[in-house]
């Protein structure tokens, strides 16, 4: 890939170690090497890998949304080359993809920033979404073309990174305005005393109770029949399918529209895994960056 001599540039390379790009797979979409990012908010460093469309190199007026993906290390899984090519072709209008790996504090990291849950994971969540926002965000933006805004700024996230990426939107919808959680980890709670303890200290669902002003995001779930076996209250339904849609109820008691700012997508026989993360992206995508009328491609 090219890449402007500048002395911004000279800066960037120097933030991101970066030694050399590989690009040319056969789904068209170039991939920077990863590289490692310094992390003052959590001391060390994150590894983050940075996915193009095709035409990002010979369309130079034009600029491009932005997805930030948790878990970055599994996208191979979940066939996110093939995804964002697929969606490309159809004419959606495809994001530059930023996918952070996952350090080896995640169950620090990841999680509701401010309140660890019952076992005291998720104490470094609101460092980490600090990180995100105010690290790796302005650097992406001096080093690509991104739109900026809300609108144009998605996060996603499967099972701990599911609720990472849910947290940090509904924390900072100045941020990032589109949010998908694959498998989400909305049972995150602060009793385990029993079914009615567990049920009412769901961190999210609360959360979400008590903001005053609801944020104005897009937010898409998917939940699969086979996420889990566990169903705490006995009513039939498996938890994961019931903390997820009661978070979403509780979004739309706070006004946002069902169907419209959230929506909800359930995969029969859908797991707990990569495989069926991969499944749901393509659909997520063509929810979150559908075609654009028009934008300068020259």
Known sequence: MSRPKSTLFGRMSRLFRQDDVSAGLGAGI??????????????????????????????????????????????????????????????????????????????????????????????????????????????????????????????????????????????????FGIMGAFSGSFWWRTDDGGVAAQQASRIPHRRVRTTEATPALRLWFEAGTRDETADRDGNGVIDAIQDTTELINELVAKGLRRDREVVYLEIPGGEHQPATWARALPEFLAWAFPPKISHEKT
């Open 30 to 175: 170039a991939v920077e090497r990863t590289v490692q990012v310094a992390a003052p908010q959590l001391g060390g460093q994150r590894a983050l890998t940075v996915y193009l469309p095709p035409d990002y190199e010979d369309t130079p007026k034009r600029t491009w949304p932005l997805l930030v993906v948790h878990d970055g290390q599994d996208m191979d899984a979940w066939k996110l080359t093939e995804a964002l090519a697929r969606h490309h072709a159809v004419g959606g209008d495809t994001p530059v993809v930023a996918a952070i790996m996952a350090g080896p504090d995640r169950l620090d990291d990841y999680g509701t920033a401010g309140i660890p849950n019952v076992q005291g994971q998720g104490a470094h969540a609101a460092q980490f979404q600090s990180f995100v926002t105010d690290t790796v965000l302005p650097r992406l933006q001096h080093r690509y073309r991104l739109r900026r805004g809300p609108a144009n700024t998605a996060v996603i996230g499967a099972s701990l990174g599911g609720l990472s990426a849910f947290d940090l939107a509904w924390r900072r919808p100045h941020v």
